[in-house]
């Protein structure tokens, strides 16, 4: 993949994750706390997935993007350790919203796992940014 294409692959990916995190914020309102879990962990994803995109970091599955994330970016200390835990434990939560038939949470810990999701999905946003426009100058 040529810089360009990584560049425009990144930006479509940002794309998506804008869009799960508004999917969240929509399923939230209709107290889908299930769905919120997934498009949070989507909206993330999409984002980590662009950031390592642009890094030329590979992987090929979702336990491996949080692997290295946790090596590349955490460990570095580009992201916290916070940001590191956070994005495991909305990955956790979407396995299982998505697998097990018993799962809940309150709308308190929804509201603050959105928050915190945004927070998080912004700073990479602007990780990437970053990289978009050194590349350019």
């Given at each position: 993949?040529?810089?360009?294409?990584?560049?425009?692959?990144?930006?479509?990916?940002?794309?998506?994750?804008?869009?799960?995190?508004?999917q969240?914020?929509?399923?939230?309102?209709?107290?889908?706390?299930?769905?919120?879990?997934?498009?949070?962990?989507?909206?993330?994803?999409?984002?980590?997935?662009?950031?390592?995109?642009?890094?030329?970091?590979?992987?090929?599955?979702?336990?491996?993007t949080?692997?290295?994330?946790?090596?590349?970016?955490?460990?570095?200390?580009?992201?916290?350790?916070?940001?590191?835990?956070?994005?495991?434990?909305?990955?956790?939560?979407?396995?299982?919203?998505?697998?097990?038939?018993?799962?809940?949470?309150?709308?308190?810990?929804?509201?603050?796992?959105?928050?915190?999701?945004?927070?998080?999905?912004?700073?990479?946003?602007?990780?990437?940014?970053?990289?978009l426009?050194?590349?350019?100058?």
């Amino acid at each position: 993949m040529t810089p360009e294409q990584r560049e425009i692959t990144a930006t479509l990916l940002l794309e998506k994750s804008q869009r799960n995190m508004e999917q969240a914020l929509r399923n939230a309102d209709m107290g889908y706390w299930d769905l919120v879990a997934n498009r949070l962990y989507y909206a993330v994803f999409h984002a980590v997935t662009a950031l390592m995109l642009l890094d030329g970091i590979k992987t090929a599955t979702h336990k491996g993007t949080s692997s290295q994330f946790g090596q590349h970016y955490v460990l570095t200390g580009q992201f916290s350790r916070e940001d590191g835990m956070l994005y495991s434990r909305l990955q956790t939560m979407r396995e299982k919203a998505d697998y097990q038939n018993t799962f809940s949470i309150s709308p308190d810990k929804g509201r603050d796992l959105i928050d915190a999701a945004r927070a998080l999905q912004s700073r990479i946003t602007a990780a990437i940014d970053n990289r978009l426009s050194n590349q350019k100058a």
